[in-house]
């Protein structure tokens, strides 16, 4: 019996298991050495056990040759800390408002308060990863963007889109072996200085088109796309570029911006972006590893 094997295993469970390494085979071949992005948030983020095979699925793949990196956002921990200090929280069309009072809050909790706390996660398995923002060596550059709202230009505040991207911070960090963990904050490139709240869904679109990775993953609250919401049977399990841009007019608001960064990546050069249930246990490792995957994934076409 191996050392680390810490209960009795029966033949017939010793085989299943080997059956199910078996069925990964092939996407170990697929994917070793190959970079993909994954983007982390949503209730994965607050849910001790959640956080935890998260940080399980990431130090698996730095192990078996995949080079992962990590974009997160915080909606649900700055949306409290907000809440703590009496500043006015509001979303317009899927987008935090984020004032003057509001960009500081949204920085601190990020990259001081999110960041270390995952990247001590994903160490507790091995020296691995590495915290980063978007401000860190020019690795992303912002511009402040509002929303079109029934035809109506709407201000957002300090909330930009990553309009650059230098790769080459992260590939430092890949090429050390190491995993990056970066948060979706931007210097604003038209007030130096200043910071803008972005949009993580789109910033791991934009980092995974500039590092020309294979895959993007984005955890989302839901199990995936459905053509006919609230009908629970119409669940998309796999589309093309074709079939989401003529979809995403329709789509509810708070999907957009997830479904548009598949799209973005896809278009921008990424094999596959795929949106899944981040609220199941070790979901980044079924969606790399099996056949059937899970959630909804989209292709060029």
Request: aromatic fraction near 4%; proline fraction near 5%; charge should be negative.
């Amino acid at each position: 019996m191996n050392d680390i094997d810490l209960q009795h295993t029966t033949p017939e469970e010793a085989a299943a298991k080997a059956g199910v390494l078996i069925e990964s085979l092939p996407w170990l071949q697929r994917f070793r050495d190959q970079i993909i992005v994954i983007k982390y948030g949503g209730n994965a983020m607050v849910s001790e056990e959640l956080q935890e095979s998260f940080a399980q699925d990431i130090a698996y793949l730095r192990f078996v040759g995949v080079k992962p990196v990590v974009v997160h956002g915080g909606g649900p921990q700055i949306s409290r800390m907000l809440n703590r200090l009496s500043i006015e929280s509001e979303f317009k069309g899927g987008y935090r408002v984020t004032s003057t009072e509001a960009i500081d809050v949204v920085r601190m909790v990020l990259t001081g308060q999110i960041n270390p706390q995952l990247v001590a996660r994903i160490n507790a398995y091995g020296p691995f990863a590495t915290g980063l923002s978007g401000e860190d060596a020019g690795l992303f550059g912002g511009r402040r963007r509002g929303v079109v709202i029934d035809g109506t230009e709407h201000d957002l505040g300090h909330v930009g889109d990553v309009v650059e991207v230098d790769p080459q911070p992260v590939h430092d960090q890949l090429d050390a072996g190491r995993i990056p963990v970066i948060s979706s904050i931007a210097p604003d490139l038209d007030n130096p200085g200043h910071s803008l709240n972005v949009n993580a869904d789109a910033a791991a679109a934009a980092l995974a088109t500039a590092l020309g990775a294979t895959k993007l993953v984005v955890l989302t609250d839901v199990p995936g796309l459905y053509a006919d919401w609230p009908n629970r049977d119409s669940l998309v399990s796999h589309l093309t570029a074709t079939d989401l841009r003529a979809m995403l007019p329709k789509l509810e608001s708070g999907m957009i911006p997830k479904m548009q960064a598949c799209l973005d990546a896809v278009d921008g050069g990424v094999d596959t972006a795929a949106i899944i249930d981040g609220r199941q246990p070790h979901s980044v490792l079924v969606e790399v590893f099996t056949a059937q995957g899970i959630g909804t994934e989209v292709v060029a076409g």
